[in-house]
């Protein structure tokens, strides 16, 4: 099988509606599938390729200000 081929699988394997997705409706599933593949494989190679998804790894001394004890 090509790398062309097991796309076209993946696209038609995806453009089979979800529940929320039937419930809209959809014009063009393989278009609708291509594209929802499209950006996952984008969002694996680059973990940051997504808005909003990118999680900060600090420690709470990062993240909050010391408060001095009282004397």
Do not use: C, F, K
């Amino acid at each position: 099988m090509s790398h062309d081929q097991s796309d076209q699988d993946r696209i038609e394997s995806r453009a089979h509606l979800l529940p929320e997705e039937a419930a809209v409706g959809s014009e063009d599933p393989e278009a609708q599938a291509d594209a929802i593949l499209s950006e996952s494989d984008i969002r694996e190679e680059d973990r940051n390729a997504a808005p909003d998804t990118v999680l900060e790894h600090r420690t709470s001394e990062q993240t909050v200000t010391p408060v001095e004890p009282p004397d």
